[in-house]
């Protein structure tokens, strides 16, 4: 679907939150957001503009307007692992607008990543797991559900650095449920983090569903002699630990790897 709101041109000035800052170019478009990488004469290295300008969604759940985006990311940005904010505000001359001012990845988004070099080594994509659910943790006991975790929501920063971003599709976690380990979209968001581990490995998610079909753990080796991309790059432990992540009740939160515990 088209933007009904014309983007930003090169060259473009904006004042947001106090930064004087520069359009350099349009990054990506969609029905109710446009993305720029910006120049702000305060800060040595470019930064990114996101401006909101649709609510994602008329479920009364969601409150993905871009003020709520921004104010929640402002709230949750004390965590390494989630995209920090430099400040947000509506447009001064269009209200429709609202302008996120955002720290820049310079790797990009995970898909890209992925897009480019076709998968991640074995021991980045495990650190990359382990930093998104480490952040989703603390959204999670913050009572905020990300909603839409993929490689497209998952920034790059460094070889040894991702951060979840992009929270238009955030929103407040009803109550958990008496003799439940969490709620159903806090269990989504553990899910999608677990595909993302899978394309990360394997490079896409050719046999994930396969996978899920496994009914306990000494089927793995016959699903790995089914599956060669899956054999070559990851062990039997892996494939099983992903296998849990996708049990329809989700009986409690494991550490992504049984020899390493999640610091949290």
């Not at 990300?146 to 929501?153: L, P, Q, V």
């Not at 806090?186 to 396969?210: H, I, P, S, Y």
Request: with cysteine; hydrophobic share 35%.
């Amino acid at each position: 679907m088209n933007s009904f709101i014309h983007p930003f041109k090169a060259g473009d000035k904006l004042c947001v939150a106090g930064h004087h800052i520069t359009i350099n170019r349009q990054i990506a478009s969609g029905s109710r957001m446009h993305v720029y990488i910006v120049d702000d004469p305060q800060h040595p290295e470019q930064l990114i503009l996101k401006e909101v300008f649709k609510q994602p969604s008329l479920n009364k759940q969601y409150y993905g307007c871009g003020r709520w985006e921004y104010e929640t990311q402002q709230e949750l940005q004390d965590h390494p692992n989630i995209v920090k904010t430099l400040g947000g505000q509506p447009h001064e001359e269009d209200r429709r607008r609202f302008l996120i001012l955002m720290e820049y990845a310079p790797y990009g988004d995970l898909k890209q990543v992925l897009e480019k070099y076709g998968r991640v080594e074995y021991n980045t994509a495990w650190l990359f797991y382990e930093q998104i659910v480490a952040a989703l943790g603390y959204m999670h006991r913050e009572e905020v559900v990300h909603g839409d975790i993929a490689a497209r929501n998952i920034f790059i920063f460094s070889e040894g650095v991702a951060k979840i971003g992009d929270f238009g599709n955030g929103y407040i976690s009803a109550p958990c449920p008496p003799g439940q380990a969490m709620t159903r979209g806090e269990r989504d968001d553990l899910k999608a983090a677990a595909r993302c581990l899978a394309r990360m490995l394997v490079g896409n998610l050719d046999g994930l569903k396969d996978l899920e079909e496994v009914p306990d753990e000494g089927g793995v080796p016959g699903f790995l002699a089914d599956h060669s991309d899956w054999a070559r790059r990851m062990s039997a432990q892996d494939c099983w630990f992903i296998r849990q992540q996708f049990w329809r009740d989700f009986p409690g939160v494991r550490s992504p790897r049984p020899t390493e515990p999640l610091a949290v």
